[in-house]
Each structure stands twice: as structure tokens, then as C-alpha cells.
């Protein structure tokens, strides 16, 4: 069988190339759909944090691990040092004003929000699908984002319908 070169895939437009980096190469990610989840935690003085990510994905099952990304100029960066804890809350397909509330610059992204403590204390969003208990086993400088890796120490999950976000916003499947 004679294999040629990989065509691109057919969408119907006309297909744009770029080598530009900026708004096109964000735009050009934007068109693989990711799952929304809220990263929360407990700060030193035991006042609960969390922001909105979709950068989430399984690393390994043996041992299990996650990963994600936070921007390095994040006033959050300073609250994942190694062995901090962190509960990563995957979002339902109802849950996109949840999303936004923690990606907004609000101080107190908790006001309002309806969570419970898991069983390490950590923070679990009511309505989330699924929800991991992790500990930071490393942390990697790419570019302008930090790669974090967490050991996942027990995990939930409650059913239903995830949160996407494609193209710039958020979608339901």
C-alpha cells in the first residue's frame, strides 16, 4: 500500500496557514475542544482559592497522575509549591457562570458558591462530574506557564454532561 503526504483536514473553508504567533496561533487551539475544571485549594491561612483552567489532562494511570498549567505571572503560582494540595473540580455543562466567577479578578471568587470539603479538606465545587484530590508531586517552567503535576490521592465522580470550551467559549456537548 503506498502512503503519500497527509492531506489537510477538509472543513469546507479554505484552509489558512500562519506562522504568525499571537491571536492566529490562539485562535488555530481554539479549535480543539478542552473540558473546564476549577483548580481549588486551601491558602495558609485556611481561606479556600480556585480558578477556572482547561488546560487539565490524565498524565499516567500507574502511578495516577494529572497535569496543568498556570501562567507563571499568576498571583496563584506562589499557593502550588511541592506537596501542596490542590482538588481539581471538572465542570457539568450547567456550570459555565461557575467558570467564569473563578477566572474573574474578583478577590473572593468563593462568595456565593455552594462547595463542601472533601475528605483532605480540600475544596469540591457542588455540581462538578468529577472531582480529584491531588498532591503537587513537580512543577515545570514552558514558556509562560508552569506545568504542574499531581499525584491524584482519591477521586469522585457524580455523572452527567461536561463543560467544553471551543472557539472562545463555552459549549455542552
Not at 10 to 29: K, Y
Not at 73 to 94: D, K, M, Q, T, Y
Not at 117 to 127: D, I, M, S, V
Not at 133 to 139: A, G, K, P, Q, V
Request: contains cysteine.
Amino acid at each position: 500500500m503506498e502512503r503519500g503526504p497527509i492531506a489537510p483536514p477538509r472543513t469546507g473553508g479554505p484552509q489558512r496557514e500562519s506562522a504568525a504567533p499571537g491571536r492566529a496561533l490562539r485562535d488555530a487551539l481554539g479549535c480543539f475542544p478542552t473540558g473546564v475544571a476549577v483548580i481549588t485549594g486551601l491558602a495558609a491561612d485556611g481561606r479556600p482559592f480556585g480558578l477556572t483552567i482547561n488546560s487539565f489532562t490524565s498524565l499516567s494511570l500507574d502511578p495516577p497522575l494529572i497535569l496543568w498549567s498556570l501562567r507563571s505571572g499568576s498571583p496563584l503560582l506562589p499557593c502550588f509549591h511541592e506537596g501542596a494540595r490542590f482538588a481539581v473540580n471538572v465542570l457539568g455543562s450547567a456550570q459555565e457562570s461557575l467558570a467564569r466567577q473563578f477566572s474573574s479578578p474578583r478577590p473572593d471568587r468563593f462568595a456565593g458558591i455552594r462547595w463542601r470539603p472533601g475528605a483532605a479538606g480540600l475544596p469540591h465545587l457542588e455540581g462538578a462530574v468529577a472531582c480529584f484530590d491531588c498532591r503537587l508531586r513537580d512543577s515545570h517552567e514552558a514558556g509562560d506557564h508552569r506545568i504542574l503535576i499531581g499525584g491524584v490521592e482519591r477521586f469522585a465522580t457524580a455523572g452527567g454532561e461536561p463543560l467544553l470550551f471551543v472557539q472562545g467559549g463555552f459549549r455542552a456537548l
